[in-house]
Nanobody
Framework: QVQLGQSGGGLVQAGGSLRLSCSAS????????VTWFRQILGNEREWVAV????????YYIDSVKGRFTISRDNAKNAVYLQMNSLKPEDTAVYYC??????????????WGQGTPVTVSS
C-alpha cells in the first residue's frame, strides 16, 4: 500500500550537513507517522527520530537531539531529516519507515530502501 523512496545521502566532513528525503506513493502516507532508523554493518537497526502524521509532534534519540531535525510536507508526500553538525559516529545507512510511530524495528512493514551517510573526521 505504501512505497517509500529515499535520497540525500552521501559523504560529508565532520561538522557538515546533509538532508535526507523520504518520499511516498499513495494518499495513505499522510495518515502515518514516519520514523528514521540507521544501521551499520554488524549492528542492529537503531531508532533515530519520529514524526507524527500531522507533523506537530516529534522525538529524537538523545545522541542526535539538537543536531537533527525531522519534518514533513504532506502536500508533497515527503518527510525529511536535516542533519547538522555531523559526527563520524553518525555514519550509517539511514532508513525511513511509515506506521504507528513506534521506536521498534519489528513494528514496521513499510520501509525505504536505505541511503548511506558517511561522515569523515
Amino acid at each position: 500500500q505504501v512505497q517509500l523512496g529515499q535520497s540525500g545521502g552521501g559523504l560529508v566532513q565532520a561538522g557538515g550537513s546533509l538532508r535526507l528525503s523520504c518520499s511516498a506513493s499513495g494518499r495513505a502516507f499522510s495518515t502515518l507517522a514516519v520514523t528514521w532508523f540507521r544501521q551499520i554493518l554488524g549492528n542492529e537497526r537503531e531508532w533515530v527520530a519520529v514524526i507524527s502524521w500531522s507533523g506537530n509532534t516529534s522525538y529524537y534519540i538523545d545522541s542526535v537531539k539538537g543536531r537533527f531535525t525531522i519534518s514533513r510536507d504532506n502536500a508533497k508526500n515527503a518527510v525529511y531529516l536535516q542533519m547538522n553538525s555531523l559526527k563520524p559516529e553518525d555514519t550509517a545507512v539511514y532508513y525511513c519507515a511509515a506506521g504507528s510511530g513506534s521506536t521498534r524495528v519489528e513494528d514496521y512493514v513499510y520501509w525505504g530502501q536505505g541511503t548511506p551517510v558517511t561522515v569523515s573526521s
